[in-house]
């Protein structure tokens, strides 16, 4: 795999783990579906040559976009 994705809710209720599994290259494409809308903290991580990087943001998700459309 190319990289891991760490998503958890702000109470720490929800905690999801996603691979991607693409080729490796200049961009990691993670496929996730939120379960409910509101504010996420997420962690992507992945290698470049011989160290890892953990790339930590925030991701606020609709009500729309948690009933299926996606992210």
Do not use: C
């Not at 190319?2 to 958890?8: A, E, F, P, S, Y």
């Not at 011989?50 to 998700?61: E, W």
Request: hydrophobic letters at 35%.
């Amino acid at each position: 795999m190319t990289g891991h994705l760490i998503v958890r809710n702000q109470d720490g209720s929800f905690l999801g783990h996603i691979h991607e599994m693409g080729t490796p290259g200049p961009r990691l494409r993670f496929t996730f579906s939120f379960p409910e809308p509101g504010r996420y903290l997420a962690w992507a991580q992945y290698a470049v040559s011989d160290r890892i990087v953990t790339a930590p943001f925030t991701v606020d998700v609709t009500e729309a976009e948690a009933k299926g459309s996606g992210r």
